[in-house]
């Protein structure tokens, strides 16, 4: 991994310290419903309030109109379940920018740092005016590691100091546990709705994995690139000959891609819809496809079973709806309880991890979604390049500070 500067390599006694987190969390009439993402911060703040410091943290949530303020996206929820968290009050403070008054030991929320204009364009005077307000800047936001932005790039370079959190620290080596020093067999479940939002990591993946299990919408345009009738399901017709192509290179690089011998249709798209077991050689053209049915769960669990390393991101099919739920769950469970080395990043996984209890038996749930993805496909991320800048010149900054 990387070098980057760490909160044990730092004196923080009395400064002040701007954490960016991610606590772009699910909100339901003005409470938290999925606190999974606050938790997992709390060891990194209770390090830093140990060392001596004052926090300022910055969070974004959803997707405002840059510049405008709206009651609807506001983290005063967040702050409310930190305050419950941490036993202190942790106020949401509106007007931050151009700068707060702390108290000793003192953590504060910043509201949604999308209120302010030039966030998400990673403006240079937005960016040095959140570096004005700390002695040292931690980015633990893995989640949003993909994005050059004022709170994840910016604001790092013109910081004193610029350091990564535990959280992200975890991310990182988790990740390079499962894709770059991976033991095998290594088994990889891919799932969503489209060929063309993954076909990179589809791609990539199936150079590096020993069996890639696709499943979503997804699984439906393998279906049809085998010859499969797969009747009003969702698939991507344009990417047929795509799907052919990946399972043959998968084929020549040495991994399976396993394909459903039966599914679990309904007539419509609803939670009300009845649900029926069909051999994939029975599909009709008014049937849509939606989970994977028992047979193939038991030869997905059998491959399972034998992983030594297991990535995993997306659903098998709509686990939303009770009745096409039992791909999802079987899955989950099957990983639960194998003795492979697991991870698991992306909402609609998350969410599937919650529903099946299963969060206590998965090695590592990754907090990030497009950067957890992005990581996998191999590409650089703007806010970790820009963290070890930062640590290069930290480096040579002590070691002339030695001489």
Same mark, same amino acid.
Not at 51 to 66: D, E, F, T, Y
Not at 164 to 181: D, F, M, T, V, W
Not at 218 to 237: C, D, H, M, Q
Not at 304 to 322: Q, R, S
């Given at each position: 991994?990387?070098?980057?500067?760490?909160?044990?390599?730092?004196?923080?006694?009395?400064?002040?310290? /701007?954490?960016?987190?991610?606590?772009?969390?699910?909100? +339901?009439?003005? @409470?938290?419903?999925?606190?999974?993402?606050?938790?997992?911060? /709390?060891?990194?703040?209770?390090?830093?309030?140990?060392?001596?410091? =004052?926090? &300022?943290?910055?969070?974004?949530?959803?997707?405002?109109?840059?510049?405008?303020?709206?009651?609807?996206?506001?983290?005063?929820?967040?702050?409310?379940?930190?305050?419950?968290?941490?036993?202190?009050?942790?106020?949401?403070?509106?007007?931050?920018?151009?700068?707060?008054?702390?108290?000793?030991?003192?953590? @504060? /929320? %910043?509201?949604?740092?999308?209120?302010?204009?030039?966030?998400?364009?990673?403006?240079?005077?937005?960016?040095?005016?959140?570096?004005?307000? %700390?002695? *040292?800047?931690?980015?633990?936001?893995?989640?949003?590691?993909?994005?050059?932005?004022?709170?994840?790039?910016?604001?790092?370079?013109?910081?004193? @100091?610029?350091?990564?959190?535990?959280?992200?620290?975890?991310?990182?080596?988790?990740?390079?546990?499962?894709?770059?020093?991976?033991?095998?067999?290594?088994?990889?479940? !891919?799932?969503?709705?489209? !060929?063309?939002?993954?076909?990179? &990591?589809?791609?990539?993946?199936?150079?590096?994995?020993?069996?890639?299990?696709?499943?979503?919408?997804?699984?439906?345009?393998? /279906? +049809?690139?085998?010859?499969?009738?797969?009747?009003?399901?969702?698939? $991507?017709?344009?990417?047929?000959? !795509?799907?052919?192509?990946?399972?043959?290179?998968?084929?020549?690089?040495? %991994?399976?891609?396993?394909?459903? !011998?039966?599914?679990? %249709?309904?007539? $419509?798209?609803?939670?009300?819809?009845?649900?029926?077991?069909?051999?994939?050689?029975?599909?009709?053209?008014?049937?849509?496809?939606?989970?994977?049915?028992?047979?193939?769960? =038991?030869?997905?669990?059998?491959?399972?079973?034998?992983? =030594?390393?297991?990535?995993?991101?997306?659903?098998?099919?709509?686990?939303?709806?009770?009745?096409?739920?039992?791909?999802?769950?079987?899955?989950?469970?099957?990983?639960?309880?194998?003795?492979?080395?697991?991870?698991?990043?992306?909402?609609?996984?998350?969410?599937?991890?919650?529903?099946?209890?299963?969060?206590?038996?998965?090695?590592?749930?990754?907090?990030?979604?497009?950067?957890?993805?992005?990581?996998?496909?191999?590409?650089?991320?703007?806010?970790?390049?820009?963290?070890?800048?930062?640590?290069?010149?930290? *480096?040579?900054? $002590?070691?002339?500070?030695?001489?």
């Amino acid at each position: 991994m990387s070098i980057l500067v760490k909160i044990a390599d730092l004196d923080l006694s009395g400064k002040t310290v /701007l954490i960016r987190e991610d606590y772009n969390v699910p909100i +339901k009439d003005g @409470v938290v419903t999925s606190d999974t993402r606050i938790r997992a911060t /709390l060891p990194t703040l209770k390090e830093v309030l140990d060392a001596g410091a =004052k926090i &300022i943290l910055v969070s974004h949530l959803g997707r405002p109109v840059a510049g405008e303020y709206d009651e609807a996206f506001s983290l005063a929820p967040v702050a409310k379940s930190l305050s419950d968290f941490l036993g202190i009050d942790v106020p949401v403070i509106k007007d931050w920018v151009n700068g707060i008054d702390l108290s000793e030991h003192q953590v @504060v /929320l %910043c509201e949604n740092v999308r209120f302010e204009a030039g966030e998400t364009k990673n403006d240079e005077e937005l960016a040095r005016k959140m570096a004005q307000l %700390c002695q *040292v800047y931690i980015n633990d936001a893995f989640a949003t590691a993909h994005r050059a932005q004022a709170s994840t790039h910016g604001v790092a370079k013109y910081a004193g @100091v610029s350091a990564a959190g535990p959280l992200l620290i975890n991310e990182l080596k988790s990740l390079s546990k499962a894709l770059r020093e991976p033991e095998k067999p290594v088994i990889a479940i !891919v799932g969503g709705a489209k !060929v063309s939002s993954k076909l990179t &990591i589809l791609e990539t993946l199936s150079e590096r994995v020993d069996q890639l299990i696709v499943g979503g919408g997804i699984v439906n345009t393998f /279906l +049809k690139a085998a010859g499969y009738e797969v009747g009003k399901s969702l698939y $991507e017709p344009d990417l047929v000959d !795509v799907a052919k192509k990946l399972i043959k290179q998968a084929e020549e690089n040495g %991994c399976h891609i396993p394909l459903p !011998v039966d599914v679990i %249709c309904g007539k $419509e798209f609803d939670e009300d819809t009845i649900a029926e077991t069909k051999s994939v050689n029975d599909v009709t053209a008014d049937d849509m496809i939606m989970d994977v049915g028992p047979e193939t769960s =038991k030869q997905l669990n059998d491959i399972i079973a034998n992983a =030594k390393t297991i990535v995993w991101n997306g659903p098998l099919g709509v686990f939303e709806f009770n009745q096409f739920s039992q791909g999802t769950e079987s899955l989950a469970n099957a990983i639960a309880n194998s003795h492979a080395y697991s991870i698991a990043g992306g909402g609609d996984t998350i969410a599937a991890i919650s529903k099946f209890n299963v969060e206590d038996n998965i090695s590592y749930i990754s907090t990030g979604g497009g950067a957890f993805l992005e990581f996998l496909e191999g590409k650089k991320l703007p806010a970790i390049e820009i963290l070890e800048e930062a640590a290069r010149a930290w *480096v040579a900054m $002590e070691r002339a500070r030695e001489l």
